[in-house]
């Protein structure tokens, strides 16, 4: 028997209009592997910080460059550890549970059911109609650099994040801010995608899901 096993991390995101069913963004994800590491080796000790909870929202992901063309950021990962490392401009927590108790409720699972080498760990948000309460009324970001792209709620990141559960949702600068900076919450993988607007006339349901594989 080998000694030196393969593991694989892939991650995949999927945002659609639930109304419609139009997928907005489909795409890989960037996986933080120094992070992630630490992480589930923490994990297998029981460690309660290293639970995938909170999925984080931000704006930060693209620039618009002289030319007025959108320019797509380096997501923020590395091999190396870096418990610091947060998305370019983060305007939304979301927290997420293993045991939702309503059918939209936030929440990360273990589908499981197949009988190969790997598991896909699924969490799963949707941005119902009424939420966030200050968002706007149609989609109008036609670009990156409308007007209405500056706030809170046109997205071009995501990420997730392990710590303790009960830190709670956020949308307000400085409870984002005291988030970011607990000493259990570890960014593990980062998303950069064209600019997507939460607005009252849409609801969004967000898949982003993590395949973990041992061996080829």
């Known amino acids: 028997m080998d000694d030196l096993i393969e593991f694989h991390i892939q991650g995949f995101i999927k945002i659609k209009d639930k109304d419609t069913g139009e997928i907005i963004v489909e795409k890989n994800n960037a996986v933080h592997i120094g992070n992630i590491s630490t992480k589930i080796a923490q994990a297998l000790t029981g460690d309660n910080t290293s639970f995938i909870t909170y999925m984080a929202f931000g704006n930060g992901g693209v620039i618009i460059d002289t030319a007025g063309n959108i320019v797509y950021r380096n997501p923020n990962v590395s091999v190396n550890k870096n418990p610091a490392e947060q998305l370019y401009n983060t305007t939304l927590i979301m927290e997420m549970t293993n045991n939702a108790s309503g059918v939209n409720d936030p929440v990360v699972d273990v589908p499981g059911g197949n009988i190969k080498n790997f598991e896909d760990v699924v969490a799963s ?92």
Not at 138 to 157: K, L, P, Q
Not at 194 to 213: A, C, D, F, G, M
Request: without cysteine.
């Open 125 to 216: 948000v949707v941005m119902e109609a009424g939420f966030p309460d200050t968002q706007s009324q149609i989609d109008n970001a036609v670009s990156s650099n409308n007007a209405d792209t500056g706030t809170n709620f046109v997205f071009n990141e995501l990420a997730l994040y392990t710590g303790i559960s009960g830190l709670g949702s956020h949308q307000i600068f400085d409870d984002i801010q005291e988030f970011l900076a607990h000493l259990s919450t570890t960014l593990i993988t980062h998303v950069i995608f064209h600019p997507v607007q939460k607005s009252v006339n849409r609801t969004l349901e967000i898949t982003y899901t993590l395949r973990i594989q041992m061996g080829e």
